[in-house]
């Protein structure tokens, strides 16, 4: 019987330097093909652990492989693709010369360079401004080029440090788009980000990292299980009906503020806390038969910065303004 060996295994990683700050004993599990997600305010040692495990520092204890190899080894730099949050090319180079650049450094032969340039470039949403010079790039735009050059190597784990941070929306969304692809090819995804809707997007699992140490970790859909509140705004109402909707449906419905008596001619507004699309449908099913009218339903779903903040609140930590 195959053993199928994880992508990423940790166990009791540390990057600790002279001012105590960096990650403390990190152990964690990626399957291969599993796209996982590292959250945290800054300087919770985020990008120290990637560092860590892309071989570019050296821990300070505990251990880690890659596809079997350990960390830092060249089995498993050979395995790997990085963008890094702080990226700089040469102004002076075009997009393409910084990609051949880089074909070099990978020892892609010559003949397959140019191919790969040209569909790595492409891919990202380059396309024909390869030729024009980094200085010309906005820094979205340099932020692809880094995505393609991480890609070039077509690696099995891609390790992306906060890959669309200096993106508009649309870009963000391409980009979203492209892990989403890269992931149905059953490549590996390390994602650090602080735009929490891309890890909801793309993560399998995810962690949450606070000052040096992980908080917590599990699968997205169990560590963002938050019910969704929905609102109905229902006319020919009465407060018989709202007993009657709580008895049948033994949800917790409320009206979403104090009517009057007089007031009950008008359209109100229920609110409830449902766990899924079957019970709204319920409730708008014995709103409609009981002949009331149902005007319109509105989904007020916890937003995931609200998870986060929740997660972090009361905690101290050492943020960038600190």
């Not at 796209?35 to 505990?62: D, E, H, M, Q």
């Not at 340099?142 to 870009?171: H, K, N, T, W, Y």
């Not at 890269?182 to 390390?190: E, P, Q």
């Not at 766990?275 to 005007?295: F, K, P, S, W």
């Amino acid at each position: 019987m195959n053993t199928v060996i994880p992508a990423i295994q940790t166990h009791a990683l540390s990057k600790i330097y002279g001012n105590g700050r960096g990650c403390r004993d990190i152990t964690i599990t990626v399957g291969q093909g599993e796209a996982f997600g590292f959250l945290g305010p800054n300087g919770a040692g985020k990008s120290t652990f990637v560092k860590t495990l892309v071989g570019l520092v050296r821990p300070s204890g505990g251990e880690g492989v890659l596809l079997g190899h350990p960390i830092g080894s060249l089995e498993a730099r050979g395995r790997i693709g990085y963008l890094p949050e702080l990226y700089r090319y040469p102004e002076w180079l075009s997009g393409e010369e910084v990609m051949r650049m880089h074909t070099g450094l990978l020892g892609i032969k010559s003949g397959d360079a140019k191919a790969r340039i040209r569909s790595g470039l492409d891919e990202v949403g380059i396309g024909k401004r390869g030729s024009d010079r980094v200085k010309q790039y906005s820094k979205g735009m340099q932020q692809r080029l880094g995505l393609a050059c991480a890609l070039l190597g077509d690696p099995d784990i891609l390790f992306l440090d906060e890959p669309s941070s200096a993106m508009d929306p649309v870009g963000r969304r391409e980009v979203r788009d492209l892990l989403l692809e890269l992931k149905k090819r059953g490549k590996t995804l390390f994602l650090n980000s602080h735009l929490l809707e891309d890890v909801e997007a793309v993560c399998d699992r995810m962690a949450l990292m606070l000052n040096g140490d992980m908080i917590r970790s599990g699968s997205v859909s169990d560590m963002l299980k938050v019910k969704v509140r929905r609102r109905f705004k229902v006319g020919g109402f009465s407060p018989v009906v709202l007993d009657w909707l709580i008895a049948e449906t033994g949800l917790p419905i409320n009206l979403s503020h104090t009517a009057e008596p007089q007031d009950w001619e008008e359209p109100v507004w229920l609110e409830a806390e449902l766990e899924d699309e079957h019970q709204a449908g319920r409730i708008n099913a014995l709103i409609v038969g009981q002949g009331m009218t149902l005007y319109e339903t509105v989904n007020e779903r916890e937003k995931l910065e609200d998870w986060f903040m929740d997660a972090v609140a009361g905690l101290d930590h050492r943020g960038e303004k600190r």
